[in-house]
């Protein structure tokens, strides 16, 4: 079972604000940064934030990554119908010395 | 552009091998670390290991040690991932990513090779 803990789904009008929770440990975020990703039904996943809470480039700013602790957040704001997707955090994990991905949340857009 | 392209999807019986690559592009591909991830049908996404292509050096999930190699060849650019005695619950899209030197954050992704393990 995953590491990194999220809500199985989130959901949201267009223009809300969304938030999605991962939880982990000392020996994930805790230790490592926290990378999120974005996938779309049917295609490959994309990087929306790295490094905590940095965007590459291409990536709306209506998406923000935060972390505290053992805990890190993804942020939609002003939520749009194409953001309806799945959605991973990830990070290092020293323990296991690997990488592990967050058991995903779904985001609904209503 | 900067891309990975893969091969074709794979059909096996269990017990059999599997190889898939991932042909790198417009890129230095000695200079980045190359993962591999795997998603099962339905399912969340799951790292398998890494290959750091300049070097040859490996690491894989404890899960799949023993089973699992990544080899690369730098000639043409392209990595490969091998999987050996396979079982049912291998059957996955397996995807390779490219760390793109941000804190260990996959920027690249390949389409995606789905792996069939069926008798």
């Known amino acids: 079972q995953s590491l990194l803990t999220q809500p199985p789904s989130a959901s949201g009008t267009p223009g809300q604000r969304v938030t999605i929770s991962c939880s982990g440990s000392s020996s994930n975020i805790g230790s490592n940064a926290v990378n999120w990703y974005q996938q779309l039904p049917g295609t490959a996943p994309k990087l929306l934030i790295y490094?905590?809470?940095e965007r590459p480039s291409g990536v709306p700013d209506r998406f923000s990554g935060s972390k505290s602790g053992t805990s890190a957040s993804l942020a939609i704001s002003g939520l749009q119908s194409e953001d309806e997707a799945d959605y991973y955090c990830?990070?290092?994990?020293?323990?296991?010395?690997?990488?592990?991905f967050g058991t995903g949340t779904k985001v609904i857009v209503l | 552009q900067v891309q990975l392209v893969q091969s074709g999807a794979e059909v096996k019986r269990p017990g059999a091998s599997v190889k898939v690559s991932c042909k790198a592009s417009?890129?230095?591909?000695?200079?980045?670390?190359l993962h591999w991830v795997r998603q099962a049908p339905g399912q969340g996404l799951e790292w398998v290991g890494w290959?750091?292509?300049?070097?040859?050096?490996?690491l894989y999930a404890q899960k799949f040690q023993g089973r699992v190699s990544m080899t690369r060849d730098t000639s043409i650019t392209t990595a490969y991932m091998e999987l050996r005695r396979l079982r049912s619950d291998d059957t996955a899209l397996y995807y390779c990513?490219?760390?793109?030197?941000?804190?260990?954050?996959?920027?690249?992704w390949g389409q995606g090779t789905m792996v069939t393990v069926s008798s």
């Open positions: 990830a990070a290092w994990d020293d323990s296991l010395n690997g990488y592990v």
């Open positions: 290959i750091f292509p300049n070097s040859g050096d490996t």
């Open positions: 490094r905590n809470n």
């Open positions: 990513a490219r760390d793109g030197q941000t804190g260990g954050a996959f920027d690249i």
């Open positions: 417009g890129y230095t591909f000695t200079g980045y670390y």
